[in-house]
Nanobody, 112 residues
Framework: QVHLVESGGGLVQAGGSLRLSCAAS????????MNWFRQAPGEERVFVAR????????DYANAVKGRFTISRDNAKNTVYLSMNSLKSEDTAVYYC?????WGQGTQVTVSS
């Protein structure tokens, strides 16, 4: 049973930056693609970014491309999401995902 814990969320002004972390326990994540999703109030959960097990390939939603960077440290069993040039529309709960496992989410609020 994999357990995912997100952290690093908070309140930031528009144009600011945050780095989210997703720490995994209960299993080794090194061979798996890891994903970040987000869910804004009243909206569905949507894909943000993914990274392959080796870290060699990444993919981003158009809304965050060029501003967000996903990375991983397999030695630490952790995935990161660096978010720059934040906009009010980035306000959401951000979730880490591995196969069918989800974390509890971390709130990101961007004030304009």
């Amino acid at each position: 049973q994999v357990h995912l814990v997100e952290s690093g969320g908070g309140l930031v002004q528009a144009g600011g930056s945050l780095r989210l972390s997703c720490a995994a326990s209960g299993g080794t994540i090194g061979e798996y693609t890891m994903n970040w999703f987000r869910q804004a109030p009243g909206e569905e959960r949507v894909f943000v970014a993914r990274i392959t097990g080796s870290g060699g390939l990444t993919d981003y939603a158009n809304a965050v491309k060029g501003r967000f960077t996903i990375s991983r440290d397999n030695a630490k069993n952790t995935v990161y999401l660096s978010m720059n040039s934040l906009k009010s529309e980035d306000t959401a709960v951000y979730y880490c995902n591995l196969l069918g496992f989800w974390g509890q989410g971390t709130q990101v609020t961007v004030s304009s």
